[in-house]
C-alpha cells in the first residue's frame, strides 16, 4: 500500500485552503430521520504558512467542520479557527506562537516567554466542547477559543480563569451530568509547578478548583480518567523539567524526557472533596487516550489506547506523514486494575490485541462506569495508517470491523437513537478520507453491526482531524 500513490493516506497531510458552506451534501443511503442535530468536528488543517512548513501533524491551524443532520439531509459548513494564532501566523508568513513540535522564528528573549508569558498558542485544533454554555475549540493551553456553532465565526478568546491559573491544560474534559459541570486540570509550571483540578460549572457559574498537588517534573498528559466518584491522572513517564521550558531552546514536547525507570503513577482523587485518595504505581507506558473507567468493588478498572513508549510522536511529525510512510504502532486497549484497598502494584491486561485510537464509546450512558463497547479508528494488520473503524466488545473480548479499500476514517462519534434502552444502540459519525477520490465523506455506520447506513460526499477533502462531538437539536 505504501507503494501506491493513488491510495496513499498523505494527501490528508495537505492543506485544506477552502472555506465552504453551509451547503448541502449528495447523500447515498438514508440518514434516519431521528439523527437531528450538528456534528461539530476540529483539527489541523493549514501546515503550509508563507514559505515556511510548520514540524507535526499537531502544529496544524485549526480548522472547524460542521454537518447538520435533519429530514434525511446533511448540511455542510466549514471555517478555519480565527485565533490570534491563526491571524498573527497568517500575517507573518510563519507559525507566529509555539506550537507542539514547533517553534516561531523567534530571538532567545522572545522564546523565554513562549510558555510563561500569556501569550502562548490559542490554535485550538484538538477537540471541540461546551464550557458554560459557550462552545470553544481546545487545544492544549488554557486558552480555549470561542465561536458559534452555526456560523462557525470565532468569537475570542475565552481563557481559563486566574483563579485557576495554569500554562498547560487538556482537549479531554469529562462531563460529569450528576454534579452539572465538566472537570478538567492545569499544570502550574514554576519553581514549584502544580496539578490543579477543577471543574466548569455547566450553568456558566465560575470554574472552581476541586484539587491540587506539587509536582517536580510534570508528565505529558493528553486526557485524565473519571468514575463515578474520582477522578484519575495517568502520569506517564514523559515528563519534563520546568526550566526546560522557561528556556523554551526547543519547541513544546521535545523539552520532554522519556524516563520509563519512573514508571506509570496513577493519581486518584475523590471529586466533591478533592482529597488525593491514593497513589499508585505500575510499570511504563504511554497513552494519549483514557478509554473510559469505573468502579468494581475496591478497584478502579481504568481503559486507555496504550503504547510501550511515546516514539508515535516522532512518527507524527509531517515529514513522515507527507511521504505516507507506514506508521508502525498504534495504541492498543488495555485495563489497568488499581486497588485502593491496599499499594499493591496496578495490573494491566489486554482487552483485545487490536491497534485502535481516537477511542469512543456511549460517553450520555456509560461514561464513569461499567460499559461494554469501545470504537475507535483501527489500523488493520499489515496497515500503514488508520485505515478502519473497530468496534470491541470489552465483554467477550471480540471485535469487529468496517474497512473499504483505500479509506482512512477518522474518529467514530457514537450518536445514541432517542429513547434508546441499551448501551451501544445507535450510529457512528466518521469523517473519512477517500484517497482514491481525493475527497472526503461523511460516513454513517451502525454502532452495533458496523454496517453502513447511508454517506454524504463533501467538496473536498479534509485533512486528518482530531476530535469532534454532536450535538442534538434542541
Ligand atoms: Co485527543
Known amino acids: 500500500m505504501a507503494g501506491s500513490d493513488r491510495a496513499s493516506y498523505a494527501t490528508g497531510f495537505s492543506d485544506l485552503d477552502d472555506e465552504v458552506g453551509p451547503i448541502p451534501l449528495v447523500v447515498r443511503g438514508e440518514f434516519p430521520a431521528w439523527l437531528q442535530g450538528t456534528l461539530l468536528r476540529n483539527g489541523p488543517a493549514k ?24 429530514g434525511g439531509n446533511v448540511t455542510y459548513t466549514n471555517r478555519f479557527l480565527r485565533s490570534e494564532a491563526f491571524t498573527e501566523s497568517v500575517a507573518e508568513g510563519h507559525l507566529a506562537l509555539g506550537g507542539f513540535a514547533t517553534d516561531p522564528c523567534r530571538t532567545l528573549f522572545q522564546r523565554v516567554a513562549s510558555v510563561f508569558s500569556p501569550h502562548y498558542t490559542d490554535n485550538g485544533n484538538v477537540n471541540i466542547d461546551v464550557f458554560g454554555g459557550a462552545t470553544v475549540a481546545l ?85 485524565f480518567a473519571m468514575t463515578e466518584r474520582y477522578l484519575i491522572l ?12 522557561l528556556l523554551a531552546l526547543s519547541p513544546f514536547i521535545r523539552n520532554y524526557e522519556w524516563q520509563p525507570e519512573r514508571g506509570l503513577r496513577f493519581r486518584v482523587f475523590d471529586k466533591d472533596s478533592g482529597e488525593l485518595i491514593a497513589s499508585r504505581a505500575a510499570k511504563a507506558a ?57 499499594d499493591a502494584p496496578v495490573t494491566s491486561t489486554v482487552i483485545v490485541d487490536e491497534m485502535l485510537e481516537l477511542p469512543r464509546m456511549d460517553y450520555g450512558r456509560c461514561a464513569g462506569r461499567p460499559y461494554r463497547y469501545i470504537w475507535g479508528a483501527g489500523q488493520s494488520p499489515g496497515g500503514v495508517f488508520l485505515d478502519s473503524i473497530v468496534r470491541v466488545d470489552v465483554a467477550k473480548g471480540e471485535t469487529s470491523r468496517w474497512f473499504a479499500e483505500g479509506c482512512f476514517p477518522g474518529e467514530p462519534v457514537f450518536v445514541s437513537r432517542p429513547g434508546a434502552e441499551q448501551e451501544g444502540e445507535g450510529v457512528l459519525l466518521s469523517v473519512v478520507l477517500d484517497a482514491i477520490s481525493g475527497t472526503s465523506f461523511l460516513l454513517l455506520l451502525d454502532a452495533r453491526t458496523l454496517s453502513e447506513i447511508a454517506r454524504a460526499q463533501c467538496p473536498h477533502k479534509i485533512p486528518f482531524g482530531l476530535h469532534g462531538n454532536f450535538y442534538p437539536a434542541t
Not at 510548520?54 to 491551524?61: P, R, Y
Not at 495517568?234 to 521550558?245: A, H, N
Open 139 to 223: 487545544t492544549e493551553t488554557t486558552l480555549p477559543v470561542r465561536f458559534d456553532p452555526q456560523t462557525l465565526a470565532t468569537m475570542g478568546q475565552a481563557p481559563i480563569s486566574a483563579d485557576v491559573g495554569g500554562q498547560l491544560s487538556i482537549a479531554h474534559p469529562h462531563h460529569d451530568k450528576a454534579r452539572g459541570c465538566r472537570f478538567s486540570y492545569v499544570v502550574q509550571f514554576g519553581p514549584h509547578s502544580h496539578y490543579r483540578l477543577f471543574a466548569i460549572p455547566d450553568d456558566g457559574s465560575p470554574e472552581r478548583v476541586i484539587a491540587e498537588i506539587p509536582v517536580d517534573k510534570p508528565a505529558y498528559m493528553h486526557s
Open 286 to 342: 504511554f497513552a494519549f487516550h483514557h478509554i473510559n473507567a469505573f468502579e468494581d468493588g475496591d478497584n478502579l478498572q481504568i481503559d486507555a489506547s496504550v503504547y510501550d513508549d511515546p516514539t508515535i510522536i516522532d512518527q507524527v511529525y509531517l515529514a513522515p506523514l507527507r511521504a505516507g510512510e507506514p506508521i508502525a504502532a498504534i495504541g492498543r486497549p488495555i485495563r489497568f486494575t488499581l486497588s485502593l484497598d491496599d
Open 234 to 245: 495517568t502520569e506517564f513517564p514523559l515528563v519534563v523539567d520546568p526550566l526546560k521550558l
Open 47 to 70: 501546515f503550509d504558512i508563507g514559505s515556511t512548513t510548520v514540524n507535526h501533524w499537531f502544529d496544524g491551524l485549526a480548522m472547524l467542520h460542521r454537518f447538520e443532520f435533519g
